[in-house]
């Protein structure tokens, strides 16, 4: 399926994935699916995670199938190869960025700082990730970065839960806001369907409420 709108259009609230078994992929995703979220960002940070994404594309066309923690060229290929919708990276060299910029979906390149903001935009690129947000100094510091591109639209993930979220999401700029709380790794491995499911629903109240 392709994407007809940004990502960060989809939902206020991306779930940030690690699945270590491939065969997780399909019913996690309708359980978020489920809950009423319909994306995911599969993190390419376990050996068989392009597995995952494939079984996704193939299976749950109705979920917005993203493909984070891309380091390079290389993964941007493969990523893209699987099925990925959109494209997430937690920061990007010239090389990265060469490559996003490149592809024919959405991207959402890392950035920290107003320097690496300025980099996107010359690339012509006004969406992007903004990790790690927590760390990096959560919403005021985001705000502050923020202010001098006002033309640009972010997704904070790093320390985002459900008790700051909506401190992000009052941020200007901020579209949109991921997390692995949503359905963490273990949850994932133990097959917690209905619990991922309930928490995405719980999430879904928290935004609009
Ligand atoms: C990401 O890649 O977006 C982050 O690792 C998510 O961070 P979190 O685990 O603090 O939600």
């Given amino acids: 399926m392709t994407l007809t709108t940004s990502p960060l259009d989809v939902s206020?609230?991306?779930?940030?994935?690690?699945?270590?078994?491939?065969?997780?992929?399909?019913p996690l995703a309708r359980a978020l699916v489920a809950g009423g979220v319909s994306i995911i960002e599969v993190t390419l940070r376990t050996p068989r995670a392009l597995d995952a994404v494939a079984a996704i594309a193939a299976e749950v066309p109705e979920i917005a199938l993203g493909v984070g923690s891309l380091l390079?060229?290389?993964?941007?290929?493969?990523?893209?190869?699987?099925?990925?919708?959109?494209?997430?990276?937690?920061?990007?060299?010239?090389a990265l960025l060469e490559s996003l910029v490149a592809a024919a979906v959405p991207v959402l390149p890392g950035?920290?700082?107003?320097?690496?903001?300025?980099?996107?935009?010359d690339r012509g690129l006004t969406e992007l990730k903004f990790f790690p947000a927590g760390p990096a100094g959560g919403p005021a510091y985001l705000a502050a970065v923020g202010g001098p591109v006002p033309q640009v639209r972010f997704c904070p993930t790093g320390g985002v839960t459900p008790d700051n979220l909506r401190d992000y999401l009052a941020v200007p700029g901020v579209a949109a806001v991921g997390g692995t709380w949503l359905a963490p790794r273990a949850s994932i491995a133990a097959e917690d369907w209905a619990g991922i499911a309930a928490q995405a629903a719980a999430v879904r109240g928290l935004i609009s409420g």
Wanted: proline fraction near 8%.
């Fill in 111 to 121: 950035v920290a700082t107003v320097s690496e903001v300025l980099t996107a935009l």
């Fill in 72 to 94: 390079t060229a290389s993964d941007v290929d493969q990523a893209l190869t699987a099925g990925a919708e959109f494209l997430v990276s937690p920061g990007a060299s010239p």
């Fill in 12 to 26: 206020a609230v991306i779930p940030v994935v690690v699945i270590d078994d491939p065969a997780h992929a399909v």
